[in-house]
């Protein structure tokens, strides 16, 4: 019996034994890394930005420089231009501008029975709009001395003169 004991006690001690070795554990498992959908879409734009990057850099040198604060001299032949001797006009080729109004017509609105219309002529100009009847004054310069259906007879008060407008 003790026999018994002794060879039970010696197998129990190398199951033990074998159980517990004297090597180290086993690193713990490495997680497998996940790609996300986002960072995908990162490194896309990461190249995408680098190649714009790349198109915007100049592929050729300027050929000179300039000072955008400077003008150009001109050619001496265009001063040559510039001060030739003007040619006198004869005085019957001089022609005077015709004056200039400030006033334009832009319409004209009739109100009334057909025996006795009242026109009113639509004026624009010195930044505001006229609405006037015969004998009113716009601007406190013009007159106006008769409407008819496409023009407008005016009077400019500060010299008399007689000024005609006409629809575009």
């Known amino acids: 019996m003790l026999a018994l004991g002794v060879s039970g006690g010696a197998v129990v001690v190398w199951v033990a034994t074998a159980a517990t070795?004297?090597?180290?554990?086993?690193?713990?498992?490495?997680?497998?890394p996940t790609v996300h959908a986002v960072d995908v879409s990162g490194a896309a734009l990461a190249a995408e930005v680098s190649r714009l990057h790349e198109r915007l850099r100049p592929t050729t040198v300027p050929l000179?420089?300039?000072?955008?604060?400077?003008?150009?001299?001109?050619?001496?032949?265009?001063?040559?231009e510039l001060v030739a001797p003007a040619v006198a006009l004869p005085e019957a080729a001089v022609v005077v501008a015709a004056p200039v109004v400030p006033l334009a017509l832009i319409g004209i609105a009739?109100?009334?029975?057909?025996d006795a219309i009242v026109r009113t002529?639509?004026?624009?100009?010195?930044?505001?709009?006229?609405?006037?009847?015969?004998?009113?004054t716009a601007a406190a310069r013009f007159r106006v001395v008769a409407i008819q259906s496409g023009?407008?007879?005016?009077?400019?008060?500060?010299?008399?003169?007689?000024?005609?407008?006409?629809?575009?």
Do not use: N, W
């Open 21 to 32: 070795s004297m090597s180290e554990p086993p690193p713990p498992p490495q997680p497998v």
């Open 64 to 80: 000179q420089a300039r000072d955008l604060f400077a003008y150009a001299p001109r050619a001496s032949v265009a001063r040559a």
């Open 110 to 114: 009739e109100d009334g029975p057909p």
């Open 121 to 136: 002529a639509i004026l624009s100009g010195l930044g505001d709009l006229f609405l006037v009847k015969e004998g009113e």
């Open 151 to 168: 023009s407008v007879e005016l009077i400019d008060t500060s010299d008399e003169r007689s000024l005609s407008l006409t629809l575009p």
